[in-house]
């Protein structure tokens, strides 16, 4: 955890155009806590090919699970999120935390 805490760190000192367009960012709010998070996720390493014999929805091409942990407190929120071909956000769940 310890890790993915600095990758996150790193991530936010970058100049945001930094390979923008690789970069797509999801805000969520921390449920126990309130704190607002913007999580950068990398389409060329935090995303997983969907295949059509995945219980995945219909026109769905990339999916992504994360863990993400905010700073006020410990408590973790999951992401699940489906895209399509062109990265559009298809369906989306969270556990712990909810979208801005
Ligand atoms: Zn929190």
Redesign the pocket.
Known sequence: MASFLKKFKNFFAQPSSYQADNFIRIAVK?K??G?EISVGLRKTSDFSRVYEDDEAPSGSSFMIRKEIL?S??N?LIYLTIFFDESFRIISKEIEGGEFL
């Open positions: 921390c126990r806590c704190e905010g006020k407190c408590n």
